[in-house]
């Protein structure tokens, strides 16, 4: 629902299980509902009233980038936020990646690892 949000399509969140979840409570363009009937409302006014719809593209439009945004480089930012993370931190990830590569070279790989079996199942 967030990239719905932030790319400006109108959202109906259904709350089949009435977990009652806060998270799109105040999000713009998105009708909350948590009955069949209210669902069927929230669709066909969606669906049918042209002004609804615009109503809910205009609110997306002027809220819907604190939701996200969609422009293809979310890897790009990722990758410098953990940048910026790593460099805060002063972790060095070769010092890393080696001690996790001599933790893992030091397992006994001769026997066969015992894997978890259900109770009551066959040994």
Do not use: C
Not at 16 to 22: C, E, L
Request: aromatic share 8%; hydrophobic share 40%; no cysteine.
């Amino acid at each position: 629902m967030r990239w719905a949000i932030a790319g400006r399509k109108p959202v109906v969140n259904y709350d089949v299980y009435n977990f009652d979840y806060p998270e799109y409570v105040d999000a713009p363009g998105v009708a909350n509902v948590a009955t069949k009937d209210d669902f069927r409302s929230a669709l066909r006014r969606l669906a049918t009233d042209a002004a609804a719809w615009s109503a809910e593209v205009a609110e997306q439009t002027a809220r819907g980038g604190a939701w996200g945004t969609p422009d293809g480089l979310s890897g790009t930012r990722f990758l410098q936020l953990v940048d910026s993370m790593v460099a805060a931190q002063s972790i060095n990830l070769s010092n890393l990646a080696l001690s996790i590569s001599r933790h893992t070279s030091t397992q006994d790989r001769s026997r066969p690892v015992r894997r978890h079996r259900p109770s009551g199942g066959a040994a």
